[in-house]
């Protein structure tokens, strides 16, 4: 069966880095578009960096542009978030995703997937 392993999370101080990683099982990640989302309590679902399957391109929220880093280790089917320069506001749990729908005319690896993983909590304080 189709599973997401995530790990790296923790508690840092403003400036630090840490990376994530989510391990896939059970299918071939290169068949999938894949992406790394986060949540805070009683907001919505923000889109950090994905990668398409339609031409394995990466995108990136502006929020994080220059400090996010997304990467897919095709050996160990697993994907990673290097995450630089990271403030208070990056404090969320984050989530890795997949999905191998044909979404190829919308122009954004950014949409709901079907698949995702159990979440990390990443905290940035001093």
């Known amino acids: 069966q189709l599973q997401l392993v995530e790990s790296g999370g923790g508690l840092v101080q403003p400036g630090d880095s840490l990376r994530l990683s989510c391990r896939v099982s059970g299918v071939t990640l290169d068949d999938y578009t894949i992406g790394w989302y986060r949540r805070v309590p009683g907001k919505g679902r923000e889109g950090l960096a994905c990668?398409?399957?339609?031409?394995?391109?990466?995108q990136y929220a502006d929020s994080v542009k220059g400090r996010f880093v997304i990467s897919r280790d095709h050996a160990e089917n697993t994907v990673h978030l290097h995450m630089n320069s990271l403030k208070p506001g990056d404090t969320a749990v984050y989530y890795c995703?997949?999905?191998?729908?044909?979404?190829?005319?919308?122009?954004?690896?950014?949409?709901?997937?079907?698949?995702w993983g159990q979440g990390t909590q990443v905290t940035v304080s001093s």
């Open positions: 995703g997949v999905d191998n729908e044909d979404h190829g005319g919308i122009g954004t690896c950014f949409y709901d997937y079907d698949w």
């Open positions: 990668i398409s399957r339609e031409d394995g391109g990466a």
